[in-house]
């Protein structure tokens, strides 16, 4: 009577199943799904896992539901696997990861919706009779919806009262949704979206639905956040950079775009190292024939016009500056106008027979095919194999359009979205066995693959395409809902910015981005010596504070979303050093007293500001909070420079 959790069509046309209990098991520790990112952990007594074995006897058809339950965090991993033993085949045309009836409907809808250029932006609405729904149907996990939704009890608030997070450790198509029925229950679900898949079982065969995490909180949505924080900083990212420091880089794609040559690399690369930049990564524009987006993708061997010692030539130069040396690639794309195209006609994802259309004059691979995978994984390895590369930046700029798998039989159609997305993960764990030592960065045109599949293999992820400090208040704030600091990639960019034209004060664009994986995004060489020795001191001010960044604990304290002013801190797990910021977007006319209170401090510890002489109890910071006053006219109680765009970093030490 209501949208199921799943579903099985028959060889007879009948959809009707029964599952009944056979059986369980408890084991400690938990599972590693095959082929697909989840939560680990590293030693069996973190967790313990349940699993229930059900079983319908008609079509001989097996469904395990897991749990797993952990010692150090309040949450439940999700996820089922069907296993088909019958003689007739049967097709299972939805597979939800979770699914959960709650006694009521008293709760609020929490979402992270937008846009490309204004991702994960908060939205709040009370649950209602009848479907509410996020979701992608992209082929990703779209600029549009994250595969995340949360329900808090109406009076919840940042900070205080029940909230129930819920998040896909997936990156293709989802749909989260709540289901109130007129009896006032709501039924919770999340996993693959069932339009268009379609996925046959034949006798012996299985198929594992992604992990569903669920998170419960009694402190608010900063609570909750925390939570996932937590868990997907230390149990879902993994590798060698999981725990490391992450490199100040300098990007080159709003400094020079596709018009570069290896002498304009280098300068900026002299440039960035005299400023204290550790890492040099070279964007688009440096394979095949490719001087704008109509060409060469897929063409994954350097052009020696631009740089006549390839890769390996410009890596060991960067080198000998005493940086790394970075580089962008976007495998999963393919220009018409390639060499691929015309050797591989049949490798797009594509209806042979109805005109291609095109996104950003390029098209979609189709990495549901293993030879696809393969093929593109051989030519880039081929890159950098030897090459000195230390850091990737993956992109994605165009989503699946024309679902069609060509040279294949229906039957595969219906797989070729959750198909294609298994090949993303395959190639990703290759390039990872293969170069364990690289950081790589996610990204689809900035942040439409922000999700938590995609940080199980790269642990940090480009945030979005624009970079205006005012617009990434917003984007960095609603990213801190699911996401930690650890896993955005924030750069500092030029002003008036490219994407929204805006001035902003250098200091501002630095103090919004130190929240974040640090870097830049503009010629270096272009800057005054004013605003060299600035961007000097923000680096040496981002190396010093970096660590506590990436692992402290993250405190959200005035919304952008609900006014012209932000705010948010981070505190060290000993609570001894405070890190708080405080942006104000438009400047306010005599503004009344305003006061920030801070959280996490221990109450009866005494902290110092830096700058000040003056300290104050933990309590005091919390419940009293800091005058922070300025005024437009009138008497003025504070030096701050006024007008639009401010912000303010406050450092505390506990004494």
């Given at each position: 009577?209501?949208?199921?959790?799943?579903?099985l069509?028959q060889?007879?046309?009948s959809r009707?199943s029964?599952?009944t209990?056979?059986?369980?098991?408890?084991?400690p520790?938990?599972k590693r799904?095959?082929?697909l990112p989840?939560?680990?952990v590293?030693?069996?007594?973190?967790?313990e896992t349940?699993?229930?074995?059900?079983?319908d006897?008609?079509?001989?058809?097996r469904?395990?539901?897991?749990y797993?339950i952990f010692?150090d965090?309040?949450?439940?991993?999700r996820?089922?696997?069907?296993?088909?033993e019958g003689?007739?085949?049967?097709?299972?045309?939805?597979a939800?990861?979770?699914s959960i009836?709650?006694?009521d409907?008293?709760?609020?809808?929490?979402t992270?919706?937008?846009?490309?250029?204004?991702?994960?932006?908060?939205k709040?609405?009370?649950?209602?009779?009848?479907?509410?729904?996020?979701?992608?149907m992209r082929?990703?996990?779209?600029?549009?919806f994250?595969p995340f939704?949360a329900?808090?009890?109406?009076?919840?608030?940042?900070h205080?009262?029940?909230?129930i997070?819920?998040?896909?450790?997936?990156?293709g198509?989802?749909?989260?949704?709540?289901?109130?029925?007129?009896?006032a229950?709501?039924?919770?679900m999340?996993?693959?979206?069932?339009?268009?898949?379609a996925?046959?079982?034949r006798?012996?065969?299985?198929?594992?639905?992604?992990?569903?995490?669920?998170?419960?909180s009694?402190?608010?949505?900063?609570?909750?956040s925390q939570?996932?924080?937590?868990?997907?900083r230390k149990?879902?990212?993994?590798g060698?950079?999981?725990?490391l420091?992450?490199?100040v880089?300098i990007?080159?794609?709003e400094?020079?775009?596709?018009?570069f040559t290896?002498?304009?690399?280098?300068?900026?690369a002299e440039t960035?190292?005299d400023l204290?930049?550790?890492m040099m990564?070279?964007?688009?524009g440096w394979?095949g024939?490719?001087?704008?987006?109509?060409?060469?993708?897929?063409?994954?061997?350097?052009?020696?016009?631009k740089l006549?010692?390839?890769i390996?030539?410009l890596s060991?130069?960067?080198?000998?500056?005493?940086?790394?040396?970075?580089?962008?690639i976007?495998?999963?794309?393919?220009?018409?106008?390639?060499?691929?195209f015309?050797?591989?006609?049949?490798?797009?994802i594509?209806v042979?027979?109805?005109?291609?259309?095109?996104?950003?004059?390029?098209?979609v691979?189709d990495?549901s095919?293993?030879?696809?995978?393969?093929?593109?994984?051989?030519a880039i390895i081929?890159v950098?194999?030897d090459?000195?590369v230390?850091?990737?930046?993956?992109?994605?700029?165009r989503?699946?359009s024309?679902?069609?798998?060509?040279?294949?039989?229906?039957?595969?159609q219906?797989m070729?979205?959750?198909?294609?997305?298994?090949?993303?993960?395959?190639?990703?764990?290759?390039?990872?066995?293969?170069f364990?030592?690289?950081?790589?960065?996610s990204?689809?045109?900035g942040?439409a693959?922000?999700d938590p599949?995609?940080?199980?293999?790269?642990?940090?992820c480009?945030?979005?395409?624009?970079?205006?400090a005012?617009e990434?208040?917003?984007?960095?704030?609603g990213?801190?809902?699911?996401?930690?600091?650890?896993?955005?990639g924030?750069?500092?960019s030029e002003?008036p910015?490219?994407?929204?034209?805006r001035?902003?004060?250098?200091?501002?664009r630095a103090?919004?981005?130190?929240?974040?994986?640090?870097?830049?995004?503009?010629?270096?060489?272009?800057?005054?010596e004013?605003?060299?020795?600035?961007v000097?001191?923000?680096?040496?001010?981002?190396?010093?504070?970096r660590?506590?960044?990436a692992?402290?604990?993250?405190?959200?304290?005035?919304?952008?979303f609900?006014?012209?002013e932000?705010?948010?801190m981070?505190?060290?797990?000993?609570?001894?050093t405070?890190?708080a910021a405080?942006?104000?977007?438009?400047?306010?006319?005599?503004?009344?007293?305003?006061?920030?209170?801070?959280?996490?401090l221990e109450?009866?510890?005494?902290?110092?500001?830096?700058g000040?002489?003056e300290?104050w109890f933990?309590?005091?910071?919390?419940?009293?909070g800091?005058?922070?006053?300025d005024?437009?006219?009138?008497?003025?109680?504070?030096?701050?420079?006024?007008g639009?765009y401010?912000?303010r970093i406050f450092?505390?030490?506990?004494l």
């Amino acid at each position: 009577m209501r949208y199921p959790a799943y579903g099985l069509l028959q060889t007879d046309g009948s959809r009707v199943s029964e599952f009944t209990y056979e059986g369980y098991r408890i084991f400690p520790g938990k599972k590693r799904l095959k082929a697909l990112p989840a939560v680990y952990v590293e030693d069996e007594g973190e967790a313990e896992t349940l699993e229930i074995f059900l079983r319908d006897s008609v079509i001989n058809t097996r469904l395990i539901l897991s749990y797993t339950i952990f010692r150090d965090f309040p949450v439940i991993c999700r996820n089922a696997l069907f296993s088909h033993e019958g003689e007739e085949p049967v097709v299972l045309e939805n597979a939800m990861s979770l699914s959960i009836d709650l006694p009521d409907s008293d709760y609020d809808m929490v979402t992270l919706t937008g846009a490309w250029a204004r991702e994960r932006y908060i939205k709040i609405h009370p649950l209602h009779e009848g479907v509410q729904t996020v979701y992608s149907m992209r082929g990703h996990s779209s600029h549009q919806f994250n595969p995340f939704f949360a329900l808090k009890r109406h009076e919840a608030t940042e900070h205080t009262g029940e909230v129930i997070g819920f998040s896909l450790i997936y990156s293709g198509n989802f749909i989260g949704q709540v289901n109130v029925d007129t009896f006032a229950v709501a039924r919770a679900m999340l996993g693959i979206h069932p339009e268009g898949f379609a996925w046959t079982l034949r006798k012996g065969e299985r198929f594992q639905t992604p992990e569903a995490v669920l998170v419960f909180s009694q402190d608010g949505l900063n609570g909750m956040s925390q939570i996932f924080h937590s868990l997907y900083r230390k149990r879902l990212a993994r590798g060698k950079w999981r725990d490391l420091e992450r490199p100040v880089v300098i990007n080159s794609w709003e400094a020079v775009f596709m018009d570069f040559t290896e002498d304009k690399i280098l300068k900026i690369a002299e440039t960035a190292k005299d400023l204290g930049v550790e890492m040099m990564v070279l964007d688009d524009g440096w394979f095949g024939k490719r001087n704008d987006d109509t060409s060469s993708l897929g063409d994954w061997y350097p052009n020696p016009d631009k740089l006549p010692g390839g890769i390996k030539g410009l890596s060991q130069k960067i080198e000998k500056l005493g940086m790394k040396f970075g580089l962008w690639i976007e495998p999963e794309m393919i220009s018409k106008n390639s060499g691929l195209f015309r050797k591989h006609p049949e490798w797009l994802i594509r209806v042979p027979y109805r005109e291609m259309c095109h996104g950003r004059n390029q098209y979609v691979l189709d990495f549901s095919k293993d030879e696809v995978v393969e093929g593109i994984g051989d030519a880039i390895i081929s890159v950098l194999k030897d090459a000195g590369v230390s850091y990737i930046k993956w992109d994605m700029n165009r989503s699946i359009s024309e679902a069609f798998s060509q040279n294949r039989g229906p039957e595969a159609q219906g797989m070729l979205f959750h198909k294609y997305v298994l090949g993303v993960y395959r190639l990703y764990e290759r390039l990872l066995e293969e170069f364990p030592d690289i950081l790589f960065e996610s990204c689809a045109s900035g942040g439409a693959r922000f999700d938590p599949g995609m940080m199980y293999y790269a642990p940090q992820c480009w945030t979005s395409d624009n970079t205006d400090a005012i617009e990434r208040l917003r984007i960095q704030y609603g990213t801190s809902v699911v996401y930690p600091l650890s896993s955005m990639g924030c750069h500092v960019s030029e002003a008036p910015n490219q994407q929204t034209f805006r001035n902003t004060p250098l200091k501002t664009r630095a103090d919004v981005a130190y929240f974040g994986c640090f870097g830049y995004e503009m010629d270096l060489n272009a800057l005054t010596e004013d605003e060299r020795q600035e961007v000097k001191e923000q680096i040496r001010f981002y190396k010093k504070y970096r660590k506590l960044i990436a692992e402290g604990t993250f405190y959200r304290l005035i919304s952008p979303f609900e006014g012209d002013e932000a705010a948010w801190m981070v505190v060290s797990e000993d609570r001894k050093t405070v890190l708080a910021a405080y942006y104000r977007m438009r400047q306010p006319s005599n503004a009344p007293y305003k006061r920030l209170r801070l959280k996490g401090l221990e109450e009866n510890a005494r902290y110092c500001m830096e700058g000040k002489t003056e300290s104050w109890f933990g309590d005091e910071l919390m419940n009293a909070g800091m005058v922070i006053s300025d005024y437009a006219s009138g008497i003025r109680s504070d030096t701050t420079k006024q007008g639009d765009y401010q912000s303010r970093i406050f450092i505390l030490k506990k004494l």
